[in-house]
């Protein structure tokens, strides 16, 4: 396995209550007595990072685990639904690629040792908590593992040239209620209002929490990757699974007691939501979803991942390009945690706007080297609305480092908005090459957000 640098590492497990323990990795060695409930924990000073294999030794009066092949390096949990479940397998199942660079033989030249990966399974935790499942990413352990997580690691990997330890635990198909306990939401004020079924906690709250994430605390880490949201948008949620995401953050920080943990997302793929015929609920607008996802932007040390221009198919719910993901959720963390990349973490996202006669000026977070349209062309994909709020298509042009949008016949604009459909393919882009995000200006959800 791989341990996290540059933090406490924790030890823990069982033994007879009053029984000493000692643990001994790289010359340190602590000790501990077991407490009345048979639990114990040993936390080992901050280490740096190893390319050598090492020990792990934990003694206890006569008994002796020895665990093997251990090294030091950065250590990412990667959890959601089916997306970020999605794996390597599915990729090497490719016969045609559809462009240059997709590595449908990577499962045949995937031999680095320094990338572990331990894939999380639900009915192997609840009653076994050896964390026996860790593995070299190759050959059938990395078939089986999550492809987002793996590319991260990858690139991760690669750029700074320590070892790399990716954790992934997700479940296809699941909301984002499972991944948290009850308290998680009571906290939160907008939970306790319970004033309609905005503010209602269903969804099974605690089911895979108690199997998948708990067992995992206090496993020294340096951040969470986040791919889940398709089954909360079928409920059409919006406000509500944006607080949704702030329970998420809280408790999972709270629990391993470090309140900066970074939390990188991704937002959910372009796909036809409101052709879907086989759900009970009616679904209006993903782009009103990709909105709630936004507004947890809010929460300091996020960053969220644009996937517009990676389903060239929008029937399809898993797109298959999960490396130029795994890239994009690296950059953000060799940009924003580790200051080891120039680039931006993210791509464009909507700061503030101004009127300028019949033109609405568009300013920026995030826009890195310069704002430019990535294929050349006129902007696309804006639209503007008069006082009524009545859209229509407008033009956008960039200039100094805004984009300016008018529309013809309109003379008093009331709002924009850019990237307004379930299959739109923008092409505003900053220089580091990640598209901007959907967003419309007279949002009422981004300001009824408050993080808590």
Known sequence: MVLQQGQPVAVWGRGIPG???????KGQKATTAVK????????????????????????????????????????????????????MRKIGKLQSPPGAGWPVKELETAHNKNIRIF????????????????????????????????FFGKELQAKLKVPVGIISAAIPGSRIEPWMPREAFTVLDFFKKQTDSTHKIDGDPGKFYNTMIRPLIPFALKGFLWYQGESNCFLNERLQYTYKMN??????????????????????????????????????????FWEAQQAALKIPNTV????????????????????????????????????????????????????????????FDYTGKGLVSRNGKPLNCFEMADEQGQYVPATAVIKNNKVWVSAAGIKKPGAVRFAW????????????????????????????????
């Open 19 to 25: 029984k000493q323990v000692a643990a001994t990795f």
């Open 36 to 87: 009345a409930d048979s639990s114990w924990k040993i936390e080992l000073r901050p280490l740096k990072a190893s390319f050598d294999p090492a020990v792990l030794e934990i003694v206890s009066g006569q008994e002796i685990i020895k665990l093997n092949n251990i090294l030091v390096g950065e250590v990412w949990l990667c959890s959601g639904q089916s997306n970020m479940e999605f794996a």
């Open 119 to 150: 894939l999380v399974e639900r009915k192997k935790m609840a009653p076994d908590l050896t964390h026996a499942g860790w593995s070299v990413a190759e050959d059938d352990a990395l078939r089986s593992f999550s492809a987002a997580g793996y």
């Open 247 to 288: 329970a998420l953050i809280n408790y999972w920080r709270k629990e391993w007691r470090n309140s900066a943990l970074p939390f990188y997302y991704v937002q959910i793929a372009p796909y036809y939501y409101s052709k879907a015929k086989d759900r009970p609920y009616t679904v209006f607008s993903e782009p009103e």
């Open 304 to 363: 969220m991942i644009n996937t517009m221009d990676l389903n060239d198919n929008p029937a399809d719910l898993h797109p298959v390009d999960k490396w130029d993901l795994g890239k994009r959720l690296a950059q953000s963390a060799l940009s924003k945690t580790y200051h080891a990349s120039a680039a931006t973490p993210m791509g464009p996202v909507f700061k503030t706007v101004i009127i300028e006669g019949a033109a609405m000026v568009i300013s």
């Open 421 to 452: 459909r379930e299959d739109a393919r923008p092409n505003l882009y900053n220089k580091d090459g990640l598209p901007a995000l959907p967003f419309r200006t007279d949002s009422k959800l981004m300001a009824a957000f408050k993080p808590e």
